[in-house]
């Protein structure tokens, strides 16, 4: 099993720039999510999914797409980017139920927005 | 409303000391989860133990111990005779129901030899 996977692993973007963040698992959990880590602020999640199709916004969403159309990829886009979203994104899975309930994390990606 | 409290910054300690990271939490659930995470230098996180609402047994992994308390809402780990490999950030969250994890903001250990 790779777990979760996430690219690409650096990213820098110019302001007003798209792109989309890639996330994948194959421990065929329903739960995905994604979150944002900056200095001094912990993990805030910014979107997450129950299962194909699902999708719910999280603490800090504005900015950001999401969607979930197969079990395995939770790709999280980034519409126009500013320099407010320069952060390291975590992707996150776990099953619904069973399990010892923690949320397997991806590597990161780490987003710079000039 | 959820809420993960880590009053502790940044700590610094010597090797072999042992050292002790506080979590208070706030929830109305009656049913919740809680965790710890660790973060060393190299970014990823490190998944440390779970525990569930109804179950206010301690805990002891090696050097590793928690102390889950619901009368005062924390949930407190501590580390015996630190060592280098332990500095790291530490996360505490909060989980309710099935999926939503609330981090508080972490405390970064700093263990000198």
């Known amino acids: 099993n790779a777990g979760v996977t996430q690219t690409p692993k650096f990213q820098v973007l110019k302001t007003g720039q798209s792109m989309t963040l890639q996330c994948a698992q194959d421990?065929?959990?329903?739960?995905m999510s994604w979150y944002r880590q900056d200095p001094g602020m912990g993990l805030r999640l910014i979107h997450y999914?129950?299962?194909?199709?699902?999708?719910d916004q999280g603490e800090v969403p504005n900015g950001y797409n999401v969607s979930r159309s197969t079990t395995e990829d939770f790709p999280l886009r980034l519409l126009s980017a500013a320099p407010s979203q320069t952060s390291v994104y975590f992707c996150?899975?776990?099953?619904?139920?069973?399990?010892?309930?923690?949320?397997?994390f991806g590597p990161g990606t780490r987003l710079t927005v000039l | 409303a959820q809420k993960v409290t880590q009053a502790q910054t940044e700590i610094s300690v010597v090797e072999k000391e042992d050292v002790t990271l506080d979590c208070v939490y706030e929830?109305?659930?009656?049913?919740?989860?809680l965790f710890w995470y660790k973060q060393p230098p190299s970014g990823e996180l490190v998944f440390l133990i779970r525990?569930?609402?109804?179950?206010?047994q301690n805990e002891i992994s090696g050097r590793y111990s928690w102390n889950f308390q619901k009368s005062t809402s924390s949930f407190n780990f501590t580390i015996t005779a630190s060592q280098v490999v332990d500095s790291a950030v530490y996360f505490c969250?909060?989980?309710?129901?099935?999926?939503?994890?609330?981090f508080g903001k972490g405390t970064k250990l700093t263990v000198n030899p």
């Open positions: 996150a899975s776990s099953p619904l139920r069973g399990g010892r309930g923690e949320q397997f």
């Open positions: 929830t109305r659930d009656t049913t919740y989860y």
């Open positions: 525990r569930n609402s109804f179950d206010e």
């Open positions: 999914s129950v299962g194909a199709g699902i999708t």
């Open positions: 421990m065929n959990h329903e739960y």
């Open positions: 969250a909060l989980r309710r129901g099935a999926e939503k994890l609330v």
